[in-house]
């Protein structure tokens, strides 16, 4: 298995995007990108957490996560 690196454009539900990036085998970093035509939530559950990302109608859709 490979404990350091990133996987990039993972399909999601609901046309989001999601790009991952770990470091000796934890998650590190969550990128989603999305279509953002219109204003739009997701949820988005890690572990024991959930997060609520917002992309906003007209802006570049990228919201990062933070992992902790």
Do not use: M
Not at 23 to 32: H, K, N, P, S, Y
Not at 38 to 44: C, E, R
Not at 46 to 66: I, M, N, R, S, V
Request: net charge positive; charged share 30%.
């Amino acid at each position: 298995s490979w404990k350091n690196g990133y996987i990039k454009g993972l399909c999601a539900k609901g046309g989001v995007t999601v790009d991952l990036y770990f470091a000796e085998g934890r998650l590190q970093r969550a990128v989603f990108y999305g279509r953002a035509f219109h204003d739009d939530t997701i949820t988005v559950r890690y572990k024991d957490k959930t997060y609520t990302l917002t992309f906003e109608a007209g802006k570049e859709p990228e919201l990062q996560l933070p992992i902790e």
